[in-house]
């Protein structure tokens, strides 16, 4: 489906006329006109406004260069709010990643305060603390390289929905 919008020639006569093939036979004319009018029960095509939106239907007889894609707009909309969307995710799980990435540092200086580095050293319960230090420092990698991939997720995701809008532009016209 394909649309137009009427200009300053609101005519019946005078939109068929911008529509519709020059070489059309009077039955396909006809044909055309019945299904331009099928397609727009909102307007009465005899009472045309500046600025009407017609509906085109993908049949033979009208005029492609004259139309535009129904589609183009919703999907050019969706693809700006896809966008946006995407982009507040992927600034926001990339702030996530640095204040943890800046809460693992504070931990790993925590770790090497004098008090700690005692309580660590500690006969009775030093090696509780110890292996509980060590747990926490291995697991900051995997929590860094989660992080990454969030980040790597959104970006592939986006990449992927806005070639299938783009995929879906081109099927609809």
Request: proline fraction near 3%; hydrophobic fraction near 45%; glycine fraction near 8%.
């Amino acid at each position: 489906m394909r649309t137009f919008i009427v200009g300053d020639e609101t005519s019946f006569k005078a939109v068929s006329e911008r529509l519709l093939l020059a070489n059309l036979s009077h039955v396909r004319s006809d044909a055309a006109l019945k299904a331009l009018q099928e397609a727009n029960p909102h307007a009465d095509l005899n009472k045309l406004a500046p600025g009407t939106v017609l509906f085109v239907p993908d049949t033979q007889g009208f005029k492609v260069s004259t139309t535009s894609s129904a589609a183009e707009a919703p999907l050019t909309i969706l693809g700006k709010l896809l966008d946006k969307a995407l982009g507040l995710a992927l600034e926001e799980t990339a702030a996530g990643n640095a204040a943890r990435l800046a809460d693992q540092e504070q931990a790993v200086k925590a770790f090497e305060d004098g008090a700690v580095k005692k309580a660590a050293g500690d006969p009775n319960i030093g090696g509780q603390i110890s292996e509980s230090i060590n747990a926490v420092k291995k697991a900051f990698p995997a929590d860094r390289e989660l992080g990454a991939r969030a980040e790597k997720t959104i970006t592939d995701i986006g990449k992927a929905a806005s070639a299938k809008l783009t995929e879906l532009a081109k099927s609809l016209g």
